[in-house]
């Protein structure tokens, strides 16, 4: 059999081998996996920190008043809601006893007064007295033994006035005094506010509560006109916040009103609690605090806004490989490829991009799903229609 004869033969079994060859990887090649894409577009990127640990609404105004001293509860004059004026009488214990005392040096103060009338006459007429001396004596009528007389027994008797005027102001000292000591059993209002809790009932004994000391106060008063939020933020997010930043805040009992303030204190010291992060309080105003019904404790995420590009090129954060990378679909190959990125401004839901990507290009979107990696064949679900 000669060569010819054997080409004839052979080609036609090779190219038999070859299609089944073929066949069997067609069918048996991994099937393309099904991404979600995302065209680049453009709109606004924020750079923003958060707080670690939740923050409270606080009020600007907020005094845990107590007695400086023990006693009963004698008087009783809010109950707790109440709206209270600047200066009011809260509470008062019982003082008799210094009511006793006061009593005693006010009649005292009127004796003292009525010693002064008696004798400053008294001086009065012995400076008379001295004067018609010193003119007799001029005239020879009388010796100068007597007009010394007279004259030490003015000065004796002016003495004697002084100090009766001395003992009135003694006196009013002492009423001073026993004032002083009625203030520490009774608590004013410092400021127009609410009555938020009061811990003691008429006729019970109520505690001083001094610093340090874990005694609960009498009277915990705000002014609910002026709140603000305090939030614990990292130390190392701390040197890029200033006051005046924008903020929105985030209520725990309001989550769908984000309201809008401004920060307006940077704490100039770091909190170290323990096992926990170290952080620096920030204060946070309110710009429009009227429309929400804010209450004093509530607990609240601040978001603030570092820096803004209002028309930036962007990518969903969540499509961001290691590296700044994204994944392309290669329309010639239908393969997934690696795309480097030059990143800007980013937060939590969008990162620029400066360099890298065009607007329009599309970039996968659905990383977490199996099988979704560099070299994989894939084919792009359809986007749904909008609505």
Known sequence: MNTSTLLRRGVPA?????LLGAGLWWGTRPKPVSVV?????????????????????EACQRTKLST?????????????????????????????DQKAQQTLAEKQRNVSSQRVAEACTTAATAEREAKRQADLRAKGFVSEAKEDAARSEAATRRAACETARADVGQAEARIAVTKVEQGRIALYAPFDGTVAKIVGELGEYSTPSPPGVPTPP?????DETCLY????????????????????????ALPKQPLKGKVRRVAPYVSAVEKQARTVDVEVDFERPENARLLVGYSADVEIVLDVRPSALRVPT???????????????????????????????EYTEVL?????????????????VKVGVRATAEAEPKAK
């Open 355 to 371: 360099e890298g990507l065009k607007d329009g290009e599309r970039i996968v979107t659905s990383l977490e799903r199996d099988g």
């Open 318 to 348: 969540a499509a961001l490989i290691e590296g700044n990378k994204v994944l392309v679909l290669n329309a010639d190959s239908g393969k997934l490829e690696e795309r480097k990125v030059k990143a800007g401004l980013a937060n939590w």
């Open 37 to 57: 894409m995302k065209a680049v577009d453009r709109g606004a990127v924020e750079s923003t920190v958060v707080n670690t640990r939740a923050g409270t609404v």
């Open 229 to 252: 939020v305090n939030a614990p933020m990292d130390e190392v997010d701390a040197p890029r916040i200033q006051d005046g930043l924008p903020v929105r805040v985030t209520l725990d």
């Open 68 to 96: 400086i001293m023990g006693g009963r509860i004698e008087y009783l004059g809010v109950k707790e809601g109440d709206k209270v004026k600047k200066g009011q009488l809260l509470m008062k214990l019982w003082n008799d």
């Open 218 to 222: 009498a009277i915990d008063l705000i």
């Open 14 to 18: 090779l190219i038999v081998l070859a």
